[in-house]
């Protein structure tokens, strides 16, 4: 921290915690304390009882989850390879040209994520791209979505590289092609690993986009934790909310392991 004395270092702790317990920890402690209570008469939830995470872990549920895993990781490398050439190929255009591709691929993130849903049905609706009824739509749009994200993070951790590694190779005679594979990208390999990780978090979150477009046989997490919570069912809903949240911070771990090694090589 950047406060030296130690009354100020408390007061940055407690205006911290004053802070962070009500608009961050106390909601997702709420959501926990439902999904082990059978009722709620008073300020919290109560009655203690582990059956609504057998409901959440079996069955549907876990066919959700699947498909949830199934399309994020999908989307996420999608939109990773898509983001890291397009960032890559950038960095040689003049700077206008590449404030255009930048702005290209904000744009699905500067509007809401249901316009987005709305585009890609329209988009994928008839042929020769006929993809309304299947999962690949659904894919497609949290692909569209995320990509945006793992594009600027490419780009911003691409534009700090020392070009010094790059001109070594090639005065040894590396080719662009193996410059890129063995220097490049390898370089790049902390921020790609952290863009994969964001891109998994919010395909794992998306919700609004995909009510528009999952077919009946393709039901991602949060869809049925809206289901369930529309239909009154908030402590079945809060376990499975816990469970999407338990997956995706395991794999975020997994993630955050290898940029931790990457980082270090």
Known sequence: MLVHSRRARRAVWAVFLVLFLPLFALPLLVVLAASFATHWSGVLPSGPTGAHYRAATHGEALQALTTSLVTASTASVLALAAGTWAALAAAALERRYRKVLDALFVLPVAVPSVVVGLATLVAFSQPPF??????????????????????????????????????????????????LWTVRLPLLLPSLTAAAGLCFALSMGELSATMMLYPPDWTPLPVLVYAATDRGALFTGSAVAVVLMTATLLVLLAVSRIRTKASYR
């Open 130 to 179: 006929l993809l309304n009824g299947t999962r690949w739509i659904v894919i497609a749009a949290h692909t569209v979505l995320v990509t945006a994200f793992a594009h600027q993070s490419v780009a911003a951790a691409a534009a700090r590289l020392d070009p010094a590694y790059e001109q070594a190779a090639a005065s040894l005679g590396a080719r662009p092609a193996r410059v």
